[in-house]
């Protein structure tokens, strides 16, 4: 009852924060004047704000900041001990630093290193938080570029690329986070710039507890749907996430951003029903998927009564299955319990949330961008089956603009199921496993559909140290990240060229209940096709085995 | 970068040509524009932001949380690191939960917590080895406390997800007063009172479950009966 009541809570403030965020990055996205700061800034980079790029251009900017984001932090890991706050944590292994160096800039925040033993302060800051930042940027931007492309007509501009980056960071993603670092640090969050602190306990042993300046990072790594730890445990340590109202907050930061973008998609638009239609697809599924994780977990007795190995006392079994729920419908992926100890069903939940290419209610921009690419294939579908002209707000969806829709919504299945067959082909992946048989299987396809969705979570007992996974997770970490980025910036320009057309009779109605049903078959009905057989062979032989 | 530059900067970073290929010109006009945007960002987001945070955590009330709540009596109050009893006959001491970060030699994950990481098991629900883990556990906590090892609570016999949980159920607390009781001496009623004192409902009746925080009481234990260590 008290973590029903809790859910509710979280739906409030959700509700409550819906309209003012939404409308104000409606706003932000289509201000014609610049911030004082911004104008200094646009100086600096010597990019003039009122130009507008092709969906080309758009692109090549964003590839072009991307990679110069993963050299930068490689170079930065590589070089860490010429940097200060080091503490002689020393050069950060080639291998890790590829694999964190792409982690990071596609938003993923895999992790297959230990934060506090690994990383110094500085790579902690003035690399990681930074991509925590822009790779969020990037997504809004890029799911921006993808509303424009409805609203626009006759057109083959789509805005800039380096204006809708920078207020991403400047208007919504460092005023929230500053104060949600604050906060959190009010909570019993810290934010320490020394290595670790000695102390002596109660018995009169000695130890060191490791430190970090965390609250910067937490805040931000929630907010942007990032999901990397500063501490190895993530969120479940107490440093991170110290109490239960720490962790509605980080809860709270997390869905905060992909659900009001709904909003701020109906207003450009200028149809607040397209934008709710699309929240109740979120929602439905979100909620759907929550009793699932939940009920798995609290029935499992494992074998302790209950479920409780890899949860913290503080959170228990409902906040954990809340958490657990939404890092993986976002693309989070940072975790308060670890989910390679739920229940078969209950780690197969969170594992199906990735399945479904992570809307609901998805990641920064990315949860936007990849659920009107699934309305577009859903209109699509609709217009086979009943006859309708294939529109969706004004547009026509012909063969090229279904086909990058398609190229999106597929990109991330081919990634799962080809690294998840070459890696359980290799003799090798069987000694990775901390688990075996299904729940070994399960390890491995969670670790490539978190890669692959940039999610991020990860059913942490494989053991992901080899050149193997850090390769293939790196590689599937970036086209699961810049594919459908490519595809939905031509699908933007395909349409933004596009004069707007008026709704005719034949016309499918978006915006209504019945879309909203018709967009969540599709997404349950693409997971289904593509990973029943997959799926059938971990969680569900595990959980009715 | 020759052309004229206006109050804005360069202007065009696009060019106004009509084709839509992507030429080399252009090409490196991005490129550098991204090098600039990420460095610039770099200062603002990972730089001066992190700054003014931390800036701000000085502050009296907010100091003591930033630098791991260490308690003035030892440890942290937010990172459990369970006490090792010199003697298990003669053991004072609340335990926290199992880690995973314990010694190997510590009994399935019993013992002190290495707090300079942190971490979980990750062995699955129904892994074998999480199964013979949980019975080694029970075996040495019943043991311990001598109890009936079908009665002690699932907490007690799995190891959290941080390895450094600080607090217990409220059940695992009640398991262990008698104990403490017999070896410290107290009184059973001042025992229970400490405890009471370290116990936290849900927050605002809804947030989170119901917990003992193991630091806070044996700090107020080691006051209670001084000389106890």
């Known amino acids: 009852m008290a973590g029903l009541l809790q859910v509710l809570v979280l739906l409030v403030l959700l509700a409550a924060a819906w309209r003012p965020l939404g409308d104000w990055m409606a706003r932000v996205y289509t201000d014609e004047q610049d911030w004082a700061v911004e104008r200094v800034l646009y100086r600096l980079v010597r990019v003039d704000p009122r130009s507008e790029q092709r969906a080309s251009t758009y692109a090549v900017a964003i590839l072009a900041f991307s990679f110069a984001g993963i050299v930068l932090l490689y170079l930065m890991q590589r070089l860490q001990?010429?940097?200060?706050?080091?503490?002689?944590?020393?050069?950060?292994?080639?291998?890790?630093?590829?694999?964190?160096?792409?982690?990071?800039?596609?938003?993923?925040?895999?992790?297959?290193?230990?934060?506090?033993?690994?990383?110094?302060?500085?790579?902690?800051?003035?690399?990681?938080?930074?991509?925590?930042?822009?790779?969020?940027?990037?997504?809004?931007?890029?799911?921006?570029?993808?509303?424009?492309?409805?609203?626009?007509?006759?057109?083959?501009?789509?805005?800039?690329?380096?204006?809708?980056?920078?207020?991403?960071?400047?208007?919504?993603?460092?005023?929230?986070?500053?104060?949600?670092?604050?906060?959190?640090?009010?909570?019993?969050?810290?934010?320490?710039?020394?290595?670790?602190?000695?102390?002596?306990?109660?018995?009169?042993?000695?130890?060191?507890?490791?430190?970090?300046?965390?609250?910067?990072?937490?805040?931000?790594?929630?907010?942007?749907?990032?999901?990397?730890?500063?501490?190895?445990?993530?969120?479940a340590h107490p440093f991170e996430n110290p109490n239960p109202v720490s962790n509605l907050l980080e809860i709270f930061l997390l869905l905060v951003i992909p659900v009001s973008l709904t909003r701020t998609f109906g207003r450009m638009v200028g149809s607040m029903r397209q934008g709710v239609s699309l929240l109740a697809v979120m929602a439905g599924l979100w909620t759907a998927m929550l009793a699932v994780i939940w009920t798995a977990e609290a029935r499992s007795a494992s074998f302790a009564g209950a479920n409780l190995e890899g949860k913290e006392v503080r959170f228990g079994i409902p906040a954990s299955a809340l958490w657990a729920n939404s890092t993986t419908g976002t693309s989070t992926g940072a975790v308060n319990s670890m989910h390679d100890s739920f229940s078969a069903f209950g780690g197969g939940g969170a594992l199906l949330n990735m399945l479904f290419s992570e809307m609901t209610p998805g990641g920064v921009g990315t949860g936007l961008y990849s659920i009107l690419v699934v309305a577009?294939?859903?209109?699509?579908?609709?217009?086979?089956?009943?006859?309708?002209?294939?529109?969706?707000?004004?547009?026509?969806?012909?063969?090229?603009?279904?086909?990058?829709?398609?190229?999106?919504?597929?990109?991330?299945?081919?990634?799962?199921?080809?690294?998840?067959?070459?890696?359980?082909?290799?003799?090798?992946?069987?000694?990775?496993?901390?688990?075996?048989?299904?729940?070994?299987?399960?390890?491995?396809?969670?670790?490539?559909?978190?890669?692959?969705?940039?999610?991020?979570?990860?059913?942490?007992?494989?053991?992901?140290?080899?050149?193997?996974?850090?390769?293939?997770?790196?590689?599937?970490?970036?086209?699961?990240?810049?594919?459908?980025?490519?595809?939905?910036?031509?699908?933007?320009?395909?349409?933004?060229?596009?004069?707007?057309?008026?709704?005719?009779?034949?016309?499918?109605?978006?915006?209504?209940?019945?879309?909203?049903?018709?967009?969540?078959?599709?997404?349950?009905?693409?997971?289904?096709?593509?990973?029943?057989?997959?799926?059938?062979?971990?969680?569900?032989?595990?959980?009715?085995? | 970068m020759t052309s004229t530059t206006t109050s804005h900067g360069e202007p065009g970073i696009e060019e106004v040509s009509h084709e839509s290929a992507v030429t080399g010109r252009q090409l490196r006009r991005q490129a550098g524009a991204a090098v600039r945007v990420l460095l610039v960002l770099t200062v603002l987001c990972g730089v001066l932001y992190p700054a003014a945070i931390w800036g701000v955590s000085r502050l009296p009330g907010l100091y003591a949380n930033a630098e791991g709540s260490v308690l003035p009596s030892g440890g942290s109050s937010l990172i459990g690191i369970d006490p090792v009893a010199a003697d298990p006959a003669a053991d004072p001491w609340f335990h926290t939960r199992p880690s995973a970060s314990a010694p190997d030699d510590a009994v399935a994950g019993l013992g002190p917590a290495d707090a300079t990481t942190s971490g979980g098991s990750n062995l699955g629900a129904a892994a074998e080895d999480l199964g013979t883990a949980v019975e080694e556990r029970r075996a040495a906590i019943a043991a311990r406390d001598g109890v009936d090892p079908a009665t002690i609570p699932p907490d007690a016999l799995t190891a959290?997800?941080?390895?450094?949980?600080?607090?217990?159920?409220?059940?695992?607390?009640?398991?262990?007063?008698?104990?403490?009781?017999?070896?410290?001496?107290?009184?059973?009623?001042?025992?229970?009172?400490?405890?009471?004192d370290a116990t936290d409902g849900r927050t605002l009746g809804v947030l989170g479950e119901p917990r003992v925080d193991v630091p806070e009481l044996n700090a107020s234990l080691v006051t209670a009966a001084i000389g106890i260590r």
């Not at chain 1, 800039?105 to 690399?127: K, R």
């Not at chain 1, 424009?148 to 380096?162: E, H, I, K, Q």
């Not at chain 2, 997800?161 to 104990?179: E, H, K, M, N």
């Open chain 1, 81 to 235: 001990s010429l940097l200060p706050w080091s503490f002689d944590r020393g050069p950060v292994e080639a291998g890790i630093a590829f694999n964190t160096a792409i982690s990071f800039v596609t938003n993923t925040n895999w992790q297959s290193y230990v934060p506090e033993t690994t990383l110094g302060h500085a790579v902690q800051m003035a690399g990681l938080t930074v991509q925590n930042f822009v790779s969020a940027a990037v997504g809004m931007a890029v799911a921006v570029a993808l509303v424009r492309g409805f609203v626009r007509s006759r057109t083959d501009r789509l805005g800039n690329a380096w204006v809708d980056i920078v207020r991403g960071c400047t208007r919504i993603l460092l005023p929230i986070a500053a104060v949600a670092a604050v906060a959190l640090i009010a909570t019993g969050v810290i934010m320490s710039l020394r290595a670790g602190v000695d102390v002596i306990g109660v018995d009169g042993r000695p130890s060191t507890i490791a430190l970090a300046p965390t609250a910067s990072q937490e805040s931000i790594k929630e907010l942007g749907t990032n999901g990397g730890g500063i501490l190895n445990a993530n969120s």
């Open chain 2, 160 to 196: 959290s997800g941080s390895g450094l949980d600080p607090q217990i159920s409220p059940a695992y607390a009640a398991q262990q007063v008698p104990r403490v009781v017999r070896v410290t001496g107290l009184p059973e009623d001042r025992v229970r009172a400490l405890v009471a």
């Open chain 1, 376 to 545: 577009i294939v859903a209109v699509f579908l609709a217009g086979l089956m009943v006859g309708r002209t294939p529109e969706y707000l004004g547009k026509r969806l012909g063969r090229r603009e279904v086909t990058c829709a398609v190229v999106v919504v597929l990109t991330m299945p081919a990634l799962v199921l080809l690294g998840t067959g070459l890696a359980i082909a290799l003799p090798a992946t069987a000694e990775a496993m901390t688990n075996s048989g299904p729940h070994g299987l399960s390890e491995v396809m969670y670790a490539y559909a978190s890669a692959s969705n940039n999610n991020g979570s990860a059913f942490g007992g494989l053991t992901v140290t080899s050149g193997f996974f850090q390769t293939t997770l790196g590689i599937a970490m970036l086209l699961g990240r810049f594919l459908p980025i490519v595809a939905v910036l031509a699908l933007a320009g395909l349409l933004a060229r596009q004069p707007r057309v008026a709704p005719s009779s034949g016309t499918l109605s978006t915006g209504t209940p019945l879309f909203s049903v018709l967009v969540a078959g599709t997404i349950v009905l693409v997971a289904a096709i593509t990973f029943l057989p997959a799926l059938a062979l971990s969680p569900l032989a595990e959980g009715l085995a």
